[in-house]
Protein backbone atom coordinates (compact mmCIF):
# COMPACT_ATOMS: atom_id res chain seq x y z
CA UNK A 1 0.00 0.00 0.00
CA UNK A 2 1.19 3.18 -0.52
CA UNK A 3 -0.19 7.05 -0.79
CA UNK A 4 0.23 8.67 -4.39
CA UNK A 5 -1.10 12.27 -5.01
CA UNK A 6 -1.17 13.68 -8.66
CA UNK A 7 -0.27 16.91 -9.90
CA UNK A 8 -3.66 18.10 -9.71
CA UNK A 9 -4.26 17.14 -6.51
CA UNK A 10 -1.15 18.70 -4.77
CA UNK A 11 -1.88 22.11 -6.51
CA UNK A 12 -5.97 21.98 -4.66
CA UNK A 13 -4.40 21.24 -1.39
CA UNK A 14 -1.68 23.98 -1.93
CA UNK A 15 -4.03 26.64 -2.72
CA UNK A 16 -6.10 25.72 0.45
CA UNK A 17 -2.53 26.45 2.38
CA UNK A 18 -1.62 28.96 0.72
CA UNK A 19 -4.84 30.81 2.02
CA UNK A 20 -4.70 29.57 5.50
CA UNK A 21 -1.04 30.71 5.63
CA UNK A 22 -2.29 34.25 4.77
CA UNK A 23 -5.59 34.23 6.24
CA UNK A 24 -3.68 33.15 9.69
CA UNK A 25 -0.48 34.97 9.43
CA UNK A 26 1.13 32.25 9.80
CA UNK A 27 5.11 31.49 8.66
CA UNK A 28 4.32 27.75 7.54
CA UNK A 29 1.88 25.30 7.06
CA UNK A 30 2.43 21.43 6.46
CA UNK A 31 0.00 18.72 5.89
CA UNK A 32 2.17 15.61 7.11
CA UNK A 33 0.92 12.02 7.08
CA UNK A 34 1.51 10.24 10.73
CA UNK A 35 4.84 8.99 9.63
CA UNK A 36 6.27 12.53 9.47
CA UNK A 37 5.94 12.70 5.59
CA UNK A 38 5.18 15.84 4.27
CA UNK A 39 2.56 15.58 1.83
CA UNK A 40 2.44 19.71 1.33
CA UNK A 41 3.82 23.27 2.53
CA UNK A 42 3.07 26.59 1.98
CA UNK A 43 6.19 28.52 3.90
CA UNK A 44 7.20 32.35 4.21
CA UNK A 45 10.10 31.50 6.44
CA UNK A 46 12.78 29.22 5.46
CA UNK A 47 12.96 26.04 7.96
CA UNK A 48 16.28 24.13 6.93
CA UNK A 49 14.88 20.77 8.86
CA UNK A 50 11.70 20.79 8.19
CA UNK A 51 11.63 16.68 7.77
CA UNK A 52 12.72 16.66 11.27
CA UNK A 53 10.13 19.33 12.21
CA UNK A 54 7.51 16.86 10.66
CA UNK A 55 8.46 13.85 12.28
CA UNK A 56 8.63 14.83 15.45
CA UNK A 57 5.72 16.68 15.36
CA UNK A 58 3.66 13.78 13.88
CA UNK A 59 5.42 11.74 16.67
CA UNK A 60 4.56 13.73 19.53
CA UNK A 61 0.62 14.76 18.28
CA UNK A 62 0.02 10.64 17.83
CA UNK A 63 1.53 9.88 20.36
CA UNK A 64 -1.12 12.16 22.53
CA UNK A 65 -3.77 9.66 21.35
CA UNK A 66 -2.62 6.69 24.44
CA UNK A 67 -3.06 9.60 26.74
CA UNK A 68 -6.04 10.54 25.44
CA UNK A 69 -7.30 6.53 25.82
CA UNK A 70 -6.27 7.00 29.19
CA UNK A 71 -8.54 9.60 30.42
CA UNK A 72 -11.50 8.54 28.87
CA UNK A 73 -10.98 10.20 25.09
CA UNK A 74 -10.49 8.62 21.48
CA UNK A 75 -8.52 11.63 20.63
CA UNK A 76 -7.94 15.46 20.89
CA UNK A 77 -8.61 17.22 18.18
CA UNK A 78 -6.07 19.64 18.01
CA UNK A 79 -2.85 20.72 20.28
CA UNK A 80 -0.72 23.51 21.16
CA UNK A 81 3.12 24.18 21.76
CA UNK A 82 2.89 27.84 22.93
CA UNK A 83 6.56 29.53 22.52
CA UNK A 84 8.06 33.14 23.64
CA UNK A 85 8.03 33.86 20.03
CA UNK A 86 6.81 30.99 17.60
CA UNK A 87 3.94 28.46 18.51
CA UNK A 88 2.74 25.33 16.88
CA UNK A 89 -0.78 24.34 16.52
CA UNK A 90 -1.75 20.63 15.06
CA UNK A 91 -4.99 19.39 14.20
CA UNK A 92 -6.31 15.92 12.99
CA UNK A 93 -7.59 15.54 9.45
CA UNK A 94 -9.37 12.75 7.98
CA UNK A 95 -7.07 9.92 6.18
CA UNK A 96 -4.72 9.92 9.47
CA UNK A 97 -3.09 13.36 8.60
CA UNK A 98 -1.96 16.46 10.23
CA UNK A 99 -2.04 19.91 9.88
CA UNK A 100 0.65 21.91 11.24
CA UNK A 101 0.79 25.76 11.21
CA UNK A 102 3.77 27.45 12.79
CA UNK A 103 3.17 31.05 13.61
CA UNK A 104 4.60 33.90 15.61
CA UNK A 105 3.80 36.98 17.19
CA UNK A 106 1.64 38.67 14.07
CA UNK A 107 -1.04 36.33 14.89
CA UNK A 108 -2.58 34.36 17.79
CA UNK A 109 -4.14 30.96 19.02
CA UNK A 110 -7.49 32.06 18.53
CA UNK A 111 -7.08 33.23 14.53
CA UNK A 112 -5.07 29.85 13.65
CA UNK A 113 -7.50 27.64 15.12
CA UNK A 114 -10.35 29.05 13.45
CA UNK A 115 -9.23 29.43 10.13
CA UNK A 116 -7.35 25.89 10.59
CA UNK A 117 -10.34 24.43 11.57
CA UNK A 118 -12.10 25.90 8.58
CA UNK A 119 -9.22 24.69 6.03
CA UNK A 120 -9.48 21.14 7.26
CA UNK A 121 -13.05 20.88 6.13
CA UNK A 122 -11.90 22.23 3.15
CA UNK A 123 -9.35 19.69 2.72
CA UNK A 124 -11.70 17.15 3.84
CA UNK A 125 -12.69 15.88 0.06
CA UNK A 126 -9.47 16.26 -1.55
CA UNK A 127 -7.36 14.48 1.52
CA UNK A 128 -9.72 11.58 0.99
CA UNK A 129 -8.41 11.41 -2.56
CA UNK A 130 -5.01 10.55 -1.47
CA UNK A 131 -4.82 6.95 -1.60
CA UNK A 132 -3.12 4.52 -4.33
CA UNK A 133 -2.59 2.88 -5.94
CA UNK A 134 -3.90 5.19 -8.41
CA UNK A 135 -4.25 3.92 -11.99
CA UNK A 136 -4.52 7.69 -13.13
CA UNK A 137 -0.68 8.09 -11.83
CA UNK A 138 0.82 6.03 -14.38
CA UNK A 139 3.72 5.10 -12.19
CA UNK A 140 6.99 3.24 -13.98
CA UNK A 141 9.38 2.94 -11.51
CA UNK A 142 13.11 2.64 -13.15
CA UNK A 143 16.37 1.02 -10.68
CA UNK A 144 19.46 2.65 -11.39
CA UNK A 145 21.27 -0.86 -10.93
CA UNK A 146 24.80 0.85 -11.47
CA UNK A 147 24.93 2.03 -7.89
CA UNK A 148 24.07 1.31 -4.23
CA UNK A 149 21.15 3.57 -2.87
CA UNK A 150 23.91 5.08 -0.73
CA UNK A 151 27.21 5.98 -0.51
CA UNK A 152 30.34 6.91 2.06
CA UNK A 153 32.03 10.41 1.45
CA UNK A 154 35.05 8.42 1.80
CA UNK A 155 35.45 4.33 1.56
CA UNK A 156 36.82 2.78 4.62
CA UNK A 157 39.98 1.74 5.02
CA UNK A 158 40.21 -2.69 3.98
CA UNK A 159 41.66 -4.45 7.25
CA UNK A 160 42.95 -8.08 7.49
CA UNK B 1 3.93 3.37 3.74
CA UNK B 2 5.71 4.46 1.03
CA UNK B 3 4.41 8.22 0.08
CA UNK B 4 4.36 9.24 -4.05
CA UNK B 5 4.36 12.97 -4.71
CA UNK B 6 3.91 13.13 -8.64
CA UNK B 7 4.20 17.15 -8.10
CA UNK B 8 7.49 16.92 -6.49
CA UNK B 9 9.06 13.60 -8.06
CA UNK B 10 9.38 12.23 -4.80
CA UNK B 11 9.13 8.93 -3.35
CA UNK B 12 9.45 8.79 0.56
CA UNK B 13 10.19 5.20 2.49
CA UNK B 14 10.01 4.51 6.39
CA UNK B 15 12.82 2.22 7.77
CA UNK B 16 13.16 1.71 11.34
CA UNK B 17 15.72 -0.20 13.45
CA UNK B 18 14.40 -2.22 16.02
CA UNK B 19 16.10 -4.20 19.06
CA UNK B 20 16.80 -4.90 22.21
CA UNK B 21 18.37 -1.75 24.54
CA UNK B 22 21.51 -0.93 24.02
CA UNK B 23 22.03 -2.70 21.40
CA UNK B 24 23.55 -0.35 18.65
CA UNK B 25 20.51 1.05 16.94
CA UNK B 26 21.13 4.70 17.94
CA UNK B 27 25.03 4.42 16.96
CA UNK B 28 23.88 3.25 13.45
CA UNK B 29 22.14 6.11 12.59
CA UNK B 30 24.87 8.48 13.99
CA UNK B 31 27.52 6.62 11.76
CA UNK B 32 25.56 7.24 8.97
CA UNK B 33 25.18 10.44 9.54
CA UNK B 34 28.49 10.75 9.92
CA UNK B 35 30.28 8.90 7.46
CA UNK B 36 27.53 9.74 4.26
CA UNK B 37 27.85 11.73 1.51
CA UNK B 38 26.63 15.05 2.85
CA UNK B 39 24.14 15.85 -0.46
CA UNK B 40 22.30 13.12 0.84
CA UNK B 41 21.82 13.71 4.41
CA UNK B 42 19.32 15.56 6.24
CA UNK B 43 19.50 16.56 10.01
CA UNK B 44 20.23 13.46 12.80
CA UNK B 45 17.64 14.06 15.42
CA UNK B 46 18.47 12.53 18.57
CA UNK B 47 15.64 12.09 22.06
CA UNK B 48 18.00 10.60 24.53
CA UNK B 49 17.71 11.12 28.29
CA UNK B 50 20.78 12.03 30.21
CA UNK B 51 21.75 8.20 30.20
CA UNK B 52 22.16 8.43 26.47
CA UNK B 53 18.78 6.11 25.87
CA UNK B 54 16.57 6.65 24.00
CA UNK B 55 12.97 8.09 24.92
CA UNK B 56 11.20 8.54 22.09
CA UNK B 57 12.92 7.96 18.95
CA UNK B 58 15.98 9.22 16.89
CA UNK B 59 15.45 10.27 13.28
CA UNK B 60 17.30 10.73 10.18
CA UNK B 61 16.05 11.78 6.82
CA UNK B 62 18.21 10.49 3.86
CA UNK B 63 18.16 11.30 -0.28
CA UNK B 64 18.77 8.76 -2.59
CA UNK B 65 18.47 8.98 -6.31
CA UNK B 66 18.61 5.49 -7.30
CA UNK B 67 15.13 5.17 -8.78
CA UNK B 68 15.49 7.28 -12.14
CA UNK B 69 13.66 10.80 -12.18
CA UNK B 70 12.55 10.57 -8.58
CA UNK B 71 14.13 11.82 -5.23
CA UNK B 72 13.97 8.80 -2.97
CA UNK B 73 13.57 9.92 0.37
CA UNK B 74 14.30 7.56 3.03
CA UNK B 75 13.21 7.93 6.80
CA UNK B 76 15.30 6.53 9.11
CA UNK B 77 14.14 5.85 12.55
CA UNK B 78 15.27 4.18 16.00
CA UNK B 79 12.66 2.97 18.65
CA UNK B 80 13.52 2.73 22.45
CA UNK B 81 14.39 -0.08 22.87
CA UNK B 82 13.50 -0.49 27.03
CA UNK B 83 10.81 -2.59 28.01
CA UNK B 84 8.39 0.11 28.91
CA UNK B 85 8.45 1.78 26.00
CA UNK B 86 6.04 -0.61 24.13
CA UNK B 87 3.41 2.42 23.37
CA UNK B 88 6.37 4.00 21.30
CA UNK B 89 7.70 1.16 19.30
CA UNK B 90 4.30 0.51 18.21
CA UNK B 91 3.96 4.16 17.15
CA UNK B 92 7.26 3.99 15.23
CA UNK B 93 6.70 0.57 13.57
CA UNK B 94 3.32 1.91 12.02
CA UNK B 95 3.48 2.82 8.01
CA UNK B 96 7.19 0.79 8.17
CA UNK B 97 8.09 0.14 5.11
CA UNK B 98 11.58 -2.29 5.78
CA UNK B 99 13.23 -2.94 9.31
CA UNK B 100 16.90 -3.13 10.15
CA UNK B 101 16.86 -5.82 13.29
CA UNK B 102 19.96 -4.80 15.45
CA UNK B 103 20.85 -7.52 17.48
CA UNK B 104 23.68 -7.43 20.22
CA UNK B 105 26.04 -10.57 19.71
CA UNK B 106 26.58 -10.57 24.01
CA UNK B 107 25.96 -14.07 24.59
CA UNK B 108 24.17 -12.21 28.22
CA UNK B 109 22.04 -10.44 25.24
CA UNK B 110 20.36 -13.72 23.53
CA UNK B 111 17.29 -13.40 25.47
CA UNK B 112 17.19 -9.44 25.31
CA UNK B 113 17.57 -10.49 21.55
CA UNK B 114 14.67 -13.01 21.39
CA UNK B 115 12.26 -11.34 23.47
CA UNK B 116 12.90 -7.90 21.36
CA UNK B 117 12.21 -9.94 18.01
CA UNK B 118 9.30 -11.08 19.31
CA UNK B 119 8.09 -7.74 20.61
CA UNK B 120 8.54 -6.72 17.06
CA UNK B 121 6.34 -9.66 15.32
CA UNK B 122 3.22 -8.33 18.08
CA UNK B 123 3.67 -4.85 17.68
CA UNK B 124 3.45 -5.62 13.74
CA UNK B 125 0.64 -8.08 14.23
CA UNK B 126 -1.10 -5.66 16.09
CA UNK B 127 -0.86 -3.71 13.09
CA UNK B 128 -2.41 -6.06 10.90
CA UNK B 129 0.69 -7.27 9.37
CA UNK B 130 3.08 -9.21 10.16
CA UNK B 131 7.27 -9.45 9.67
CA UNK B 132 6.86 -11.99 6.29
CA UNK B 133 5.16 -8.96 4.75
CA UNK B 134 7.88 -6.22 5.80
CA UNK B 135 11.39 -6.44 4.14
CA UNK B 136 13.99 -6.86 6.37
CA UNK B 137 17.48 -7.77 7.27
CA UNK B 138 19.71 -8.63 10.51
CA UNK B 139 22.76 -6.53 11.79
CA UNK B 140 24.62 -8.56 14.78
CA UNK B 141 26.44 -6.02 15.80
CA UNK B 142 29.25 -5.90 18.68
CA UNK B 143 31.59 -8.76 16.96
CA UNK B 144 34.12 -6.95 18.20
CA UNK B 145 33.52 -7.81 21.68
CA UNK B 146 35.12 -10.73 23.39
CA UNK B 147 32.27 -12.59 24.56
CA UNK B 148 29.69 -13.09 21.69
CA UNK B 149 27.83 -15.67 20.11
CA UNK B 150 28.58 -17.48 17.20
CA UNK B 151 26.67 -16.08 13.69
CA UNK B 152 25.35 -19.60 13.16
CA UNK B 153 24.14 -19.79 16.96
CA UNK B 154 22.71 -16.00 16.44
CA UNK B 155 21.38 -17.05 12.74
CA UNK B 156 19.41 -20.11 15.08
CA UNK B 157 17.60 -17.85 17.31
CA UNK B 158 16.69 -15.14 14.94
CA UNK B 159 17.00 -16.36 11.33
CA UNK B 160 15.20 -19.91 10.88
CA UNK B 161 12.23 -18.73 9.44
CA UNK B 162 11.05 -20.38 6.40
CA UNK B 163 12.88 -17.70 4.22
CA UNK B 164 16.28 -16.64 5.52
CA UNK B 165 16.63 -12.82 5.51
CA UNK B 166 20.28 -10.94 4.61
CA UNK B 167 22.16 -10.52 7.56
CA UNK B 168 25.37 -8.62 8.53
CA UNK B 169 27.60 -8.80 10.91
CA UNK B 170 28.90 -5.58 12.21
CA UNK B 171 30.45 -3.18 14.73
CA UNK B 172 28.76 -0.19 14.31
CA UNK B 173 30.91 2.04 16.43
CA UNK B 174 33.32 1.77 13.61
CA UNK B 175 30.61 1.77 11.09
CA UNK B 176 31.22 -1.62 10.05
CA UNK B 177 28.55 -3.50 8.40
CA UNK B 178 25.89 -0.45 9.20
CA UNK B 179 25.58 0.66 5.52
CA UNK B 180 25.92 -2.85 4.29
CA UNK B 181 22.73 -3.32 5.95
CA UNK B 182 20.99 -0.16 5.11
CA UNK B 183 21.56 -0.05 1.58
CA UNK B 184 20.29 -4.26 1.41
CA UNK B 185 16.81 -3.13 3.48
CA UNK B 186 16.34 -0.12 0.98
CA UNK B 187 16.95 -2.48 -2.15
CA UNK B 188 14.63 -4.86 -0.53
CA UNK B 189 12.23 -2.18 0.02
CA UNK B 190 12.01 -0.79 -3.33
CA UNK B 191 12.13 -4.23 -4.95
CA UNK B 192 8.87 -4.54 -2.49
CA UNK B 193 7.41 -1.53 -3.71
CA UNK B 194 7.72 -2.77 -7.14
CA UNK B 195 6.58 -5.71 -6.42
CA UNK B 196 3.24 -5.11 -4.67
CA UNK B 197 1.96 -2.14 -7.28
CA UNK B 198 3.67 -4.20 -10.19
CA UNK B 199 5.06 -1.27 -11.03
CA UNK B 200 7.97 -0.28 -13.68
CA UNK B 201 9.22 -3.14 -16.05
CA UNK B 202 8.25 -6.09 -13.51
CA UNK B 203 11.77 -6.81 -13.04
CA UNK B 204 13.19 -6.79 -9.51
CA UNK B 205 16.64 -5.52 -8.42
CA UNK B 206 19.06 -8.68 -8.70
CA UNK B 207 20.78 -9.99 -5.31
CA UNK B 208 17.42 -9.13 -3.62
CA UNK B 209 16.07 -11.34 -1.20
CA UNK B 210 12.42 -10.63 0.54
CA UNK B 211 10.54 -12.51 2.82
CA UNK B 212 7.32 -13.56 2.28
CA UNK B 213 5.60 -16.43 3.22
Known amino acids: MYYSMTRELSEKIETLLSDLLVRAE ?3 VFLCDRGGNIMAQKTTEH ?9 LAAGSFFATRELARLIGEPEFKYIFHRGDRTSIYMQHTPLDMLLMVVFGKAS ?3 IVRL ?4 TVRSLAPHIEKIAGPDETVGLNIEIDRSQEPFKRATEPEKTG | MAFVNMAR ?5 KIVYYGPALGGKTTNLEQIHGAIQPESRGELTILSTRQDRTLFFDFLPLRSDIIRGFSSKFQLYTVPGQTIYNETRKLVLRHVDGIVFVADSQWEKMEDNTLSFQNMQDNLREQNTSIDQIPYALQY ?3 DLPNIAPVHYMDFLLNRRRVRVPRFESIAIECRGVFEALNTVSRMVLAAFIREHRLGHGELPEDVCISKE
Open chain 1, 108 to 110: NPG
Open chain 2, 9 to 13: KEIAF
Open chain 1, 115 to 118: YAEE
Open chain 1, 26 to 28: ADA
Open chain 2, 141 to 143: NKR
Open chain 1, 47 to 55: YVHEENIAA
